[in-house]
């Protein structure tokens, strides 16, 4: 549909995001099996017939209004709610355009748009790759190369963002990345959860530096690519746990950190392992107790966020 329409909607949907394995060596090209969840951020874009403004955008968290902004034909910020928000916003919307030119200028004139975020903004699920994808359906540009231009990472999140299953996920570099759609779902799903740390960790900050890093990580790869076909082969919780525990082994050793488990949970009796940057957002959790049991012994320790995992997968 032309940006010229009058009084029609669009929507748009964008799924969240979870990284099972290969955190920080997918920069490098690692297979990396990721999670897509059943809420994600939704995209409404409406182009009334009697428009003055150029750009109207509401952002919307699940606990009400994030922030409102205005926009003039070059971009600029005419007036917002949030100034930092509408900053990188615009920040985004600019190079949209630089990658897209006049035709997602057109697609952008008179809009009113509104974006809905499903789940808590400190989740670490995907706020703002959901938004990359959400622009790349709307703009119809790809969102991998603003990805590239703006927040950095692999891309993974974006896969997930448009797929309704499990998928492995391998960056090209400038390329397409490969993506292969597989099947997520261990017999003993019903063992495994998700724990928020209480810590938003900012993705951005944890890819540079990683990358910063350098180091020949090529046996890492193949180490994490083979443990990564095994975890969605596993049959057996016993086996599962220690392909859990192997993984971080390995990332802790590259990473020079200890594991979460080793940092918070040194007397849990199941297997915990981190889920993308490591310090923040959720953990994955492996145990037989029972869901009050866990959210007891969670709670001792000051996190009181406990999700099954099979509740929020799609």
């Known amino acids: 549909m032309e940006a010229s329409a009058c009084d029609k909607e669009l929507h748009f949907k964008a799924r969240g995001k979870l990284l099972l394995t290969g955190e920080y060596l997918v920069l490098h090209g690692a297979r990396a099996l990721a999670l897509p969840l059943n809420k994600g951020?939704?995209?409404?874009?409406?182009?009334?017939?009697?428009?003055?403004?150029?750009?109207?955008?509401?952002?919307?968290?699940?606990?009400?209004?994030?922030?409102?902004a205005e926009y003039d034909d070059q971009l600029q910020v005419r007036s917002s709610s949030e100034a930092a928000a509408a900053g990188r916003l615009q920040d985004l919307l600019q190079e949209a355009v630089a990658q897209g030119g006049p035709e997602v200028l057109a697609r952008l004139k008179g809009a009113r748009v509104t974006t809905q975020l499903e789940f808590d903004q400190r989740w670490g699920w995907g706020s703002s790759s959901t938004l990359l994808s959400l622009l790349g359906q709307w703009l119809h540009i790809d969102p991998h190369p603003l990805l590239r231009s703006t927040f950095g990472g692999s891309g993974?999140?974006?896969?997930?963002?448009?797929?309704?299953?499990?998928l492995f996920f391998q960056s090209r570099g400038e390329q397409s990345p490969e993506i292969t759609l597989v099947d997520?779902?261990?017999p003993f799903i019903d063992q495994l959860y998700l724990l928020w740390l209480e810590k938003k960790q900012t993705s951005a900050t944890e890819v540079k530096a990683f990358l910063q890093k350098g180091g020949d990580y090529r046996e890492a790869i193949e180490e994490v690519n083979a443990l990564g076909r095994a975890m969605l082969q596993a049959q057996n919780v016993g086996d599962?746990?220690?392909?859990?525990?192997?993984?971080?082994?390995?990332?802790?050793?590259?990473?020079?950190r200890p594991t979460v488990q080793e940092r918070l949970f040194s007397g849990f009796g199941g297997q915990i392992k981190s889920l993308g940057a490591w310090g923040g957002d959720f953990v994955l959790v492996l145990s037989a107790q029972s869901q009050d049991d866990l959210r007891t012994y969670f709670a001792t320790k000051g996190f009181h966020t406990l999700l099954p995992l099979q509740s929020v997968l799609v």
């Open 41 to 68: 951020q939704s995209m409404k874009v409406a182009y009334p017939a009697q428009s003055k403004d150029f750009l109207q955008w509401t952002a919307l968290l699940p606990e009400g209004t994030w922030f409102t």
């Open 156 to 166: 993974y999140d974006l896969a997930c963002a448009q797929n309704q299953q499990a």
């Open 184 to 186: 997520f779902a261990p």
């Open 240 to 256: 599962f746990g220690r392909l859990l525990q192997q993984h971080e082994q390995l990332l802790a050793k590259i990473l020079g």
